[in-house]
């Protein structure tokens, strides 16, 4: 991997996704339009990473997020999808996600229920949950890209 690249900001409008998210999962997910998902640099493969996001330039929440073709759904658009793990609210359609992508976490997997697909995600969520918390991370989320000025 070739970190000069790294870390990955990428600002977006919230769209609205296939709902599966807190329906069938538990785990909401903002997705970003798909200009930006076309837009975004070939480096970033498909996968699930782990990073800071704030919406309309509020708090900087940790999040993890699930890129490319969801193969337990086989969606046929690519999606970036995140999820802000300490933000309850379900609906923010129509705002700006603002996103800091850290570290690369798993590639996407297919699963054989929604119960394995669940439990990986709550294992990316604590994995992300700890690498946060170190210096080299948490310094981003201070980061001057999140309130706009930039
Ligand atoms: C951290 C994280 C990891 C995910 N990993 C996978 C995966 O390995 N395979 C997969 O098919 N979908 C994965 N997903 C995507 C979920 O299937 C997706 O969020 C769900 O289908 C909701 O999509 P929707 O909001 O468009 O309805 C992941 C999502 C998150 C947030």
């Not at 309309?56 to 969801?70: T, Y």
């Not at 193969?71 to 309850?88: G, Q, R, S, W």
């Not at 609906?91 to 297919?110: H, P």
Request: include cysteine; hydrophobic fraction near 35%.
């Amino acid at each position: 991997m070739d970190r000069s690249r790294w870390p990955v900001f990428v600002t977006g409008t919230v769209c609205r996704g296939f709902g599966r998210g807190s329906r069938d999962l538990g785990v909401p997910t903002a997705n970003l339009s798909q200009e930006v998902v076309d837009g975004l640099p070939d480096f970033l493969v498909p996968g699930v990473y782990m990073g800071w996001a704030s919406v309309d330039g509020g708090r900087v929440d940790k999040m993890v997020m699930s890129l490319g073709w969801n193969p337990f759904y086989a969606n046929e658009k690519k999606t970036m999808e995140v999820h802000l793990m300490d933000k309850y609210e379900e609906e923010f359609y129509g705002s700006t996600l603002r996103v800091v992508v850290l570290e690369y976490i798993r590639e996407e997997k297919s699963f054989s229920s929604v119960d394995e697909l669940v439990r990986a995600i709550r294992s990316d969520i604590a994995t992300a949950r700890q690498r946060l918390d170190t210096p080299q991370y948490l310094a981003y989320k201070d980061f001057k890209f999140f309130t706009g000025d930039t």
